[in-house]
């Protein structure tokens, strides 16, 4: 078996890796954005921590953490 074996093996399996079709970050990220203001409907990741979501009511709307998400438990 010589290197032009070889080559034409790695070609055979990066074809098939091919065939395959790029991965995409965007569904699973669009599945992560469950926290959504009920104001304005900006979606959030559903890691976001309470300061930062008290940050979007206080300066965006000029509300209170319970009136832009009154779903969200601390």
Avoid: W, Y
Avoid at 28 to 35: K, R
């Amino acid at each position: 078996m010589g290197n032009g074996a070889k080559a034409q093996q790695k070609r055979e399996r990066n074809a098939k890796e091919a065939k395959k079709g790029p991965t995409s970050q965007k569904a699973a990220n669009a599945a992560q954005m469950n926290i959504i203001c009920t104001i304005c409907r900006q979606s959030f990741f559903v890691t976001t921590k309470a300061p930062d979501l008290q940050q979007h009511a206080d300066s965006k709307h000029s509300k209170q953490l319970k009136d832009c998400f009154p779903t969200f438990a601390a």
